[in-house]
């Protein structure tokens, strides 16, 4: 079991290497994020142990069930799943860094009023839907810069980037297509200069399309089934696909 972990980040690791080296890009500016939805504590802790830092979980339940046996291991812990503004307060309870899901004013103000209240401040990726899915959460892609500067007028959320889940689709142009709307929007607020805005991350891309998600400017590689295995429930449970 551990040996299959390890297999399996080594070789996820070198297509990362691979992708990086065919596009020219510096490989210290990707990092691997290990999406750990469903993934007991003791498979997720060999990776950890092995020199992996970066994890996420989707749901706030899975972070506070998870929280007491990873804290003793030094990582840092993303939000990737819809938030729901009645988790707020929960999931701030579980040195969460940074919240890659952020894909409505009316959430960022919640969480801001939060935060002000717990004196905190916390990263944000805004999540675009570049893929015009209805099933699929995030800003539409119109709506992504105005969405960023109302953001930016909320001190204590730290914009760093965007995020986008993209097409699963076997068609590498279809993928790609996504991939380069959130990077051309992301070129778009670059050149605004938008006060209290960062735009170095672009979290983007997954197993399946990693090497797109490169070639395309990714600084975070999200992956799961193909380091910890495959999970017993489908997609949607974890994305909670169609619920608003």
Same mark, same amino acid.
């Given at each position: 079991?551990?040996?299959?972990?390890?297999?399996?980040?080594?070789?996820?690791?070198?297509?990362?290497?691979?992708?990086?080296?065919?596009?020219?890009?510096?490989?210290?500016?990707?990092?691997?994020?290990?999406?750990?939805?469903?993934?007991?504590?003791?498979?997720?802790?060999?990776?950890?142990? $092995?020199?992996?830092?970066?994890? $996420?979980?989707?749901?706030?339940?899975?972070?506070?069930?998870?929280?007491?046996?990873?804290?003793?291991?030094?990582?840092?812990?993303?939000?990737?799943?819809?938030?729901?503004?009645?988790?707020?307060?929960?999931?701030?309870?579980?040195?969460?860094?940074?919240?890659?899901?952020?894909?409505?004013?009316?959430?960022?103000?919640?969480?801001?009023?939060?935060?002000?209240?717990?004196?905190?401040?916390?990263?944000?990726?805004?999540?675009?839907?570049?893929?015009?899915?209805?099933?699929?959460?995030?800003?539409?892609?119109?709506?992504?810069?105005?969405?960023?500067?109302?953001? $930016?007028?909320?001190?204590?959320?730290?914009?760093?980037?965007?995020?986008?889940?993209?097409?699963?689709?076997?068609?590498?142009?279809?993928?790609?297509?996504?991939?380069?709307?959130?990077?051309?929007?992301?070129?778009?607020?670059?050149?605004?200069?938008?006060?209290?805005?960062?735009?170095?991350?672009?979290?983007?891309?997954?197993?399946?399309?990693?090497?797109? $998600?490169?070639?395309?400017?990714?600084?975070?590689?999200?992956?799961?089934?193909?380091?910890?295995?495959?999970?017993?429930?489908?997609?949607?449970?974890?994305?909670?696909?169609?619920?608003?």
């Amino acid at each position: 079991m551990n040996e299959e972990i390890l297999q399996n980040i080594a070789a996820i690791q070198e297509r990362i290497n691979n992708a990086c080296k065919e596009n020219g890009r510096n490989r210290n500016e990707v990092k691997l994020l290990l999406a750990t939805k469903t993934v007991p504590t003791d498979r997720i802790k060999i990776a950890l142990q $092995a020199g992996q830092t970066l994890i $996420a979980e989707n749901k706030v339940q899975e972070l506070k069930e998870k929280y007491e046996v990873l804290k003793v291991i030094p990582h840092t812990n993303h939000f990737i799943g819809h938030l729901q503004t009645n988790k707020i307060k929960d999931l701030l309870k579980y040195d969460v860094s940074c919240i890659q899901s952020l894909d409505r004013l009316n959430l960022a103000e919640k969480l801001h009023r939060r935060l002000l209240f717990e004196n905190k401040t916390i990263e944000v990726l805004i999540q675009v839907n570049t893929s015009f899915e209805e099933s699929k959460f995030g800003t539409s892609p119109d709506n992504a810069i105005e969405l960023v500067k109302q953001v $930016a007028q909320l001190e204590t959320l730290k914009i760093k980037g965007l995020m986008t889940i993209g097409l699963f689709s076997a068609e590498t142009e279809k993928v790609r297509k996504c991939f380069r709307l959130l990077k051309d929007i992301q070129q778009q607020i670059i050149a605004l200069e938008i006060p209290n805005v960062e735009m170095q991350e672009l979290s983007m891309g997954m197993s399946n399309d990693l090497e797109t $998600a490169i070639a395309e400017g990714a600084t975070i590689i999200r992956v799961g089934t193909a380091i910890f295995g495959k999970r017993i429930y489908p997609d949607s449970y974890y994305w909670n696909e169609g619920i608003k």
